[in-house]
């Protein structure tokens, strides 16, 4: 029988050239989709009753006097997968930061709105992530600060400096947070 010898000839092939060099996985490169904010509240600890109203000035600070935290809503589409929250910035931006800052990523067990104060700021569910944050004057900044699964509409983060520091930037598409999915 031919058959036997050639077939044992390309299996010997296949085995030596699994060993010598792996297949490459085929994957197709999928491309993320940016997401920015589509709402950003600032609360305060020192003042737990004042609303601060929609701004696209991102404040995060803590000192003496307490917490400024950030609320942040995003929407993302339903069935989305492998969401990040990520911060950017250009090369020298226009940020005011006090060198490099710590910023924990809280997930919240509800929505919030431009209304919203830090006494009616909602729950936690807790810590999604932690990253940190430094700018550069000669290269731009891109890091990651949650990495999670994701499925559902509309992704609520409350952003607090665990320590001593500030950050202070007017988000736009270069500076300040937004999240990716789909990649
Ligand atoms: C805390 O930091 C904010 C922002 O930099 C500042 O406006 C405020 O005066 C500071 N408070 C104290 C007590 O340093």
């Not at 085995?15 to 997401?35: E, F, I, L």
């Not at 709105?113 to 731009?140: F, M």
Request: net charge neutral; with cysteine; charged share 10%.
């Amino acid at each position: 029988m031919q058959l036997l010898p050639t077939f044992t000839t390309f299996l010997l092939i296949l085995a030596s050239s699994a060993t010598a060099s792996p297949t490459p996985v085929v994957s197709a490169k999928r491309t993320c989709t940016t997401v920015y904010p589509t709402l950003q509240v600032p609360v305060d600890s020192s003042a737990p009753d004042r609303v601060y109203g929609s701004s696209s000035e991102v404040t995060v600070w803590k000192n003496s006097s307490g917490n400024r935290n950030m609320l942040f809503k995003f929407d993302i589409p339903i069935g989305s997968s492998n969401c990040k929250l990520k911060f950017h910035a250009v090369a020298n931006p226009p940020i005011a930061i006090s060198g490099t800052i710590t910023i924990n990523a809280y997930s919240l067990t509800s929505t919030f709105v431009s209304s919203t104060s830090w006494n009616s700021k909602p729950a936690r569910a807790g810590l999604a992530g932690t990253a940190d944050i430094s700018v550069s004057n000669t290269a731009p900044t891109e890091q990651t600060v949650v990495t999670q699964m994701c499925n559902s509409g509309t992704i609520n983060y409350e952003l607090e400096a665990p320590t001593m520091g500030s950050i202070g930037l007017t988000s736009d598409a270069n500076n300040g947070f937004y999240m990716t999915y789909g990649c």
